[in-house]
């Protein structure tokens, strides 16, 4: 399986990602869609924009080695994997996670590893812009930790 990873700024189509997946790989029974999109968090001041930057080569290596993870343990078909940087709004799509497999459990449990994973391992830095021009770099959450931990437990 050779995964398709792309860093963009520009958005994404969820359908010709879905097309393209199919031609992918052979012998698939399911595939799992995850699509992320920017929230404006619960907070006082609306969310104006969300700044995302990463280290090119190097997030897309860490990614890679997310999905290399991932078909060790699952038997998957193909997978794309799209992550949006630069200056998004709210409600914008962000991330992207296709994978497919022979079978559902395997889509579905690839498809959460791989979100687990890219929370808390894949090199981004977010920085939310609020409508009062505040900005805010924005911290790793405990509870994508401990969401990313449950699989060292699940081995």
């Known amino acids: 399986m050779q995964p398709v990873i792309r860093i963009q700024t520009a958005d994404f189509n969820l359908q010709n990602e879905y097309r393209a997946l199919l031609q992918q790989g052979g012998n698939i029974g399911a595939v799992t869609g995850f699509v992320g999109l920017v929230r404006d968090r619960d907070t006082d001041m609306p969310l104006a924009s969300l700044f995302l930057e990463h280290y090119p ?3 897309e290596n860490e990614i890679a080695r997310i999905v290399q993870t991932a078909s060790q343990r699952w038997p998957l078909t193909a997978c794309t994997i799209i992550h949006r940087v630069g200056t998004l709004a709210a409600d914008e799509q962000i991330v992207l996670v296709l994978v497919a497999s022979e079978h559902r459990k395997a889509a579905f449990a ?12 894949a090199p981004f830095w977010k920085k939310e812009i609020f409508s009062d021009g505040l900005e805010r770099w924005v911290e790793a ?3 994508d930790r401990a969401a990313a931990l449950q699989w060292e437990e699940r081995r």
């Open 57 to 59: 080569e190097v997030t």
């Open 110 to 121: 690839a498809a959460e590893f791989m979100m687990d994973y890219l929370k808390t391992e």
């Open 141 to 143: 959450k405990q509870s």
